[in-house]
């Protein structure tokens, strides 16, 4: 299964607001640590901000951070809600849909793939939060 570039960007923030649980965080900051768009991260922010993964302060000295504990962050339930459709396979418009097996198979795997994910925590992910934030350029003082 290949999960989208939003998917990935979104749990990118997670995982590094979590290695930095003691300030705010600009978008900025964390695309310029990742490399990658800041106009699309602001996207992704915006929604985790809405869905209450993320808090975010507005004004001069604002920025975003965590916006529950990182063991109530659940993996699945992220990928659930940055991911617009699970479908594997495009089955509508193949005339051998009504009996072939392989649709079976793969909404199998898609649960399995799914289970494994609901049992991971975000706190889970950040258990080597010193090694997450030294590759992330952190200072040692921020962890």
């Known amino acids: 299964m290949r999960l989208t570039r939003y998917t990935d960007y979104a749990m990118r923030v997670l995982l590094y607001l979590g290695a930095r649980p003691d300030r705010l965080c600009a978008i900025g900051e964390i695309a ?38 990182p063991s109530e962050i659940n993996v699945g339930a992220i ?21 072939c097996g392989l649709t079976v198979a793969m909404q199998e795997a898609l649960a399995a793939f799914m289970a494994v994910l609901d049992r991971y925590t975000l706190a889970d992910l950040l258990s080597q939060r010193r090694g997450l934030a030294a590759l992330l350029g952190m200072t040692p003082a921020a962890v």
Do not use: W
């Not at 991260?41 to 604002?62: E, I, T």
């Not at 940055?82 to 051998?96: K, M, Y």
């Open 79 to 99: 990928v659930r809600h940055t991911e617009e459709g699970f479908g594997l396979l495009e089955c509508g418009g193949c005339i051998i849909a009504p009996a």
């Open 32 to 69: 310029r640590a990742y490399g990658i768009s800041q106009n699309h991260l602001m996207k992704v922010v915006n929604d985790l901000v809405r869905a209450g993964h993320v808090a975010s302060v507005r004004g001069r000295n604002g920025g975003i951070r965590l916006g529950r504990d």
